[in-house]
């Protein structure tokens, strides 16, 4: 048999690897104990790192939950704010609209005032809608109507979107949305508090222009007066229990200065409405004044105690203003005569009336018919002979017609 030399070297790696798994064999019988124990420290470190692992971020995450309900506590707490906030600015809206509609606008506080803004012509949504919007145009969640305070929790507690603030906590948001809600009730608050203040500033003016026209006539509006209301209800008797004021602050106090000068106009108001300011002959031109003229019949300087108006026999007169009728009858002079007392000492006359359609104790309005011109009594033709006696002195009707024009914006 021949051996060849790869025959050698084949046999000689065959034994090699033999003896090779012999000795690694042999090494780990004799090491065995020692590689398991390694392994076995090996495995308990690693589980005690994922165990330690697992305390951390079970302990970050009961501290976020924590946070997360502290601020959900806050924003909750925050949003019922604001829902009170809200509550009171409609509580106020209606209150303020209430007694904007008793000044029934710029036209009923006179021609010569400055326009009144209605106070609820550009109201601000009391749900902070402006704040909230430019707050969701900030996080990128414009285009959504109908923002109320409820939804401004889910805006807190929202996802940041990519381009909104990097590193913005939870409570940094909500503080800057009702930030921003906040102010917009502000604006809202300090508008209320602008207008009312025009609004009795505008009151207390046409009060006073009414007043100082009045005055002109010679009849002096007594302080306080009040007259029935059209429900029947005297504002005067009023009365209750002393009870503390509620604490609205500013708002409250303006408000009732403003329910007082609004008041203080109707009262103005029905106390004017009282005098005779219309003209008792509208279609009908003045003839003579008051004052000294030649008597007709007598030709000689007299008393013509009121004015004359050209009217044709039947024409309609009316009355300048409500009263009571004292007088309705022949009287001398006059003639036919109508006699109304308007109260504060203030009585009108109709005379030459050649029909009269009222009797004694009526209670006239304003503008009623009461009569038909004539030329009955001392008289050259025919014509309504008007008068106007305060506390029994004749005085110039004149007086009463001019004021009635300059009133006109104020009363109507």
Not at 200 to 214: F, G, L, P
């Amino acid at each position: 048999m021949t051996v060849r030399p790869w025959m050698a070297a084949l046999v000689t790696s065959v034994v090699g690897v033999f003896g090779i798994g012999y000795l690694a064999a042999t090494t780990y019988l004799v090491l065995r104990d020692d590689l398991i124990g390694g392994t076995i420290a090996r495995q308990a470190r690693m589980q005690h790192e994922y165990e330690d692992r697992i305390t951390a971020l079970r302990a970050q995450v009961d501290r976020v939950t924590s946070r997360q309900l502290l601020d959900q506590q806050v924003v909750e707490e925050k949003v019922e704010k604001l829902l009170q906030q809200q509550s009171a600015l409609w509580s106020r809206r209606d209150r303020l609209g209430a007694l904007a509609r008793s000044a029934d606008a710029s036209e009923d506080l006179g021609a010569d005032v400055p326009p009144v803004v209605e106070p609820l012509a550009y109201e601000k949504p009391a749900d902070a809608h402006g704040g909230v919007e430019a707050i969701e145009e900030i996080m990128g969640m414009s285009g959504e109507v109908n923002a109320t305070p409820m939804r401004l929790a889910a805006l807190a507690y929202a996802p940041l979107l990519p381009g909104s603030r990097d590193k913005e906590t939870v409570s940094d948001r909500a503080d800057r949305i009702f930030s921003r809600v906040t102010l917009s009730l502000k604006d809202v608050e300090r508008d209320h508090m602008v207008r009312m203040e025009r609004l009795r500033s505008d009151a207390a003016r046409a009060s006073e222009a009414i007043r100082t026209i009045v005055e002109r006539t010679g009849v002096a509006l007594p302080a306080g007066t009040t007259a029935a209301s059209a429900s029947g209800i005297d504002r005067t008797a009023i009365g209750g229990p002393f009870v503390e004021p509620q604490n609205d602050e500013p708002f409250g106090k303006s408000l009732a200065a403003l329910d007082s000068a609004l008041l203080e106009l109707e009262r103005t108001r029905q106390a004017a409405r009282k005098l005779p300011l219309a003209n008792p002959a509208p279609a009908s031109d003045i003839t003579s004044n008051f004052g000294n003229r030649l008597d007709p019949f007598l030709g000689r300087l007299a008393l013509h105690a009121g004015i004359d108006f050209r009217a044709s026999t039947g024409t309609r007169i009316r009355t300048a203003a409500a009263g009571t009728v004292t007088v309705a009858g022949p009287t001398g002079g006059y003639g036919n005569m109508v006699e109304i007392d308007h109260g504060n000492g203030v009585v009108t006359r109709y005379a030459h009336l050649s029909v009269i359609l009222v009797n004694v104790g009526d209670h006239v309005r304003a503008d009623d018919v009461i009569a038909k011109s004539g030329s009955t009594g001392r008289s050259t033709g025919p014509h309504l002979h008007y008068e106007v006696r305060l506390n029994d002195q004749a005085v110039d009707p004149m007086r009463f017609l001019s004021a009635g024009t300059k009133l006109a914006g104020y009363l109507n």
